[in-house]
């Protein structure tokens, strides 16, 4: 539901399941071969051989094995662009297109409709040249 419905107490719940979901996929990064993860809610996560027609979750976390520095710039900037937030963590990095764990003021959110067409390309490139190395 967008946040422009929820009243005070769901906007509380809201955060802390971001902030649950957020932990969870911390720790599920760490586990050996993770290339990239997301926890969403009503959006599943597109496998490998999906990425190019299934777009990612916005709240995404890519692995350093895919991270060379020309991906990693490319989506830095996305996220940058959209004043987002780019969290290095121990294997990789944690993309958000907030700069806030926690929701804010809907009036205060930008509009990233076109920040996953732009995002989903390079990820999937990454994996596909990642996998071809493999």
Known sequence: MPIEYLDKKQIALANK???FTRKLLRRMSGI???LYGSIDIEQT???PS???SVPLPLDLYVSNDLLDS???EKLTSLYEEVGGAVTPWEDGTFYSPFSSVRF???KGRRNVASLAESVTP???T???RWLRRA
Do not use: M
């Open 17 to 19: 399941r971001q902030e």
């Open 32 to 34: 050996a071969g993770v």
């Open 45 to 47: 996560i597109p496998t």
């Open 50 to 52: 999906a990425l190019g």
């Open 70 to 72: 020309q991906f990693s």
């Open 104 to 106: 804010r003021d809907p």
């Open 122 to 124: 390079i990820v999937a």
């Open 126 to 128: 990454a994996v596909d």
